[in-house]
C-alpha cells in the first residue's frame, strides 16, 4: 500500500540546471497538488490538477511548470533552478474536491538545494 | 495577513503534560477544520478533522472549531515522547461545484513539539 510515492527523495542542483519531480499515487484519487515547505513559511501551493490532462497555477507557481499526463502521475518540472527554489517539495493527492472534505495524502517529500 | 495563523513555537513539555495547540483564521467561508502532524524530515497525516464548529475526540486528542471567534484548537492529553512533531492546523471552504480554485487548503505554518520523559 505505497499512497503517494516521490522521485527523487534528494536533489542538488547547480543554478541554471533543469530537473523534474515525480510523484505517483496509486488511490485513484482525482486531485493531485504540488508544495513547497520552507522554514517559517509553512506549506505554500505551486500547481495542482483537479484531472487527468488538466493543471492550474497555484500561490506560488513562477519558475515551476507541471503536467498530469496520467491520472496516477504529477510531475513538477524546474526548467532553469535558482537557489530560492531551495526547498522540501511535497506531493498530495485527494480523492476531489466534490466530497464535503478534502483530505489530502501526502509524499514523504523531496529536498532539493540549488547551489 | 495570512489568512490562518498559528503560532510556530517552538514549545517544549515534559511527558503527561497536557498540550494546546491553536490557529486563528480570517476566512469565515472555512467550514472544515484539519490538523496535520509531521514528523521530522516526513510529509505531514492528517491525524484530525472536524466539521464547522464544536469538538471531536479521538483517544488522547481532541479538537476543537469556535467560528465565532474563529479559533481552533488541539488539546493532546497525557502527551508523550512520540508525540514530538510539528502539528500543521489547515482549513477549506464547502465545495459546492467543479472549478480550478475550489476545495484548496490553507495550512498554518505549523507548531513545533517537543515531548520530553
Known amino acids: 500500500n505505497a499512497g503517494v510515492t516521490q522521485t527523487p527523495k534528494f536533489r542538488v542542483l547547480k543554478t541554471g540546471q533543469s530537473m523534474t519531480l515525480l510523484c505517483a499515487q496509486d488511490?485513484?484519487?482525482?486531485?493531485m497538488y504540488w508544495y513547497r515547505q520552507d522554514p517559517g513559511m509553512g506549506l505554500r501551493l505551486i500547481h495542482y490538477s483537479v484531472g487527468e490532462g488538466t493543471t492550474a497555477k497555484g500561490e506560488v507557481p513562477d519558475g515551476y511548470n507541471v503536467s498530469r499526463l496520467k491520472k496516477q502521475n504529477f510531475l513538477l518540472g524546474l526548467e532553469s533552478a535558482a537557489p530560492s527554489q531551495t526547498s522540501v517539495y511535497f506531493c498530495?493527492?485527494?480523492?476531489?474536491?466534490?466530497?464535503?472534505?478534502?483530505?489530502?495524502?501526502f509524499g514523504a517529500g523531496t529536498r532539493l538545494s540549488v547551489l | 495577513q495570512k489568512e490562518v495563523e498559528q503560532d510556530p513555537g517552538p514549545l517544549s513539555v515534559p511527558e503527561g503534560a497536557i498540550v494546546s495547540l491553536n490557529c486563528t483564521y480570517s476566512n469565515s467561508a472555512f467550514q472544515y477544520f484539519m490538523w496535520y502532524r509531521q514528523y521530522s524530515r516526513k510529509g505531514p497525516e492528517l491525524l484530525m478533522y472536524t466539521y464547522s464548529s464544536g469538538n471531536k475526540e479521538d483517544g488522547r486528542f481532541t479538537a476543537q472549531v469556535d467560528k465565532s471567534s474563529k479559533y481552533i484548537s488541539l488539546f493532546i492529553r497525557d502527551s508523550q515522547p512520540s508525540d514530538s512533531a510539528t502539528y500543521l492546523c489547515?482549513?477549506?471552504?464547502?465545495?459546492?461545484?467543479?472549478?480550478?480554485?475550489?476545495?484548496?487548503?490553507?495550512f498554518g505554518r505549523g507548531t513545533q513539539l517537543t515531548v520530553w520523559p
Open positions: 488511490m485513484n484519487h482525482e486531485y
Open positions: 489547515a482549513m477549506s471552504a464547502l465545495v459546492l461545484g467543479r472549478g480550478s480554485t475550489l476545495g484548496r487548503l490553507y
Open positions: 498530495a493527492s485527494s480523492v476531489g474536491t466534490d466530497l464535503r472534505v478534502n483530505i489530502q495524502y
